[in-house]
């Protein structure tokens, strides 16, 4: 995937205010883009992220900026690479940060366990949807959360039935 087209968006937001400003910027993290440069991000190119862009552009461009949409490819393979392993790296820090709080949560208080297991499985979520090059962590984040969920089961847990079926099946 990594050889192939890309959507760069290049924008300008005004300075002030500086909330809307930081709603785009929110935004686009959540996107998980790649940083190409002051004003420019990159995805990799499908239907989905296009789509994306799109609605961030427009966005930019209703609270006063300017937002062009391109699709590209790299110019070499390393480029191409060196754009997915920035976003490659962006996701094993927050793989690395789920997988420490659900180990924090296991060996935590099993009262809590349920909330976290909860928080940690809707930000895992999240992770993975924009995560277009998952890493190895991503397995490592999955499988902490799994043996936090499998805590929940351990004798002297408070949840009733019902509510430990809920959490360990991931409808809470």
Do not use: H
Not at 6 to 23: D, F, G, M
Not at 24 to 29: A, I, N
Not at 120 to 133: A, K, M, S, W
Request: some cysteine; hydrophobic content about 45%; proline content about 6%.
């Amino acid at each position: 995937m990594t050889g192939g087209e890309w959507v760069l968006l290049c924008y300008r937001i005004p300075r002030e205010p500086s909330t809307p400003r930081i709603a785009v910027w929110r935004r686009l993290k959540r996107l998980g883009v790649a940083q190409v440069g002051d004003g420019v991000v990159a995805l990799p190119a499908d239907a989905r992220t296009r789509e994306q862009l799109e609605w961030v552009a427009e966005d930019v461009e209703r609270i006063g900026g300017s937002a062009l949409l391109w699709t590209a490819t790299p110019t070499s393979a390393q480029r191409a690479r060196g754009l997915a392993e920035q976003m490659r790296a962006a996701r094993v820090v927050e793989y690395a940060a789920i997988a420490t709080a659900a180990g924090l949560a296991r060996a935590g208080e099993p009262a809590a366990r349920a909330g976290a297991l909860r928080r940690l499985r809707g930000e895992l979520r999240r992770v993975e949807r924009r995560d277009y090059f998952p890493p190895p962590d991503r397995d490592i984040a999955r499988a902490a959360v799994r043996a936090l969920a499998e805590a929940l089961q351990e004798p002297g847990m408070t949840l009733n039935e019902t509510e430990l079926a809920e959490t360990v099946e991931g409808r809470s």
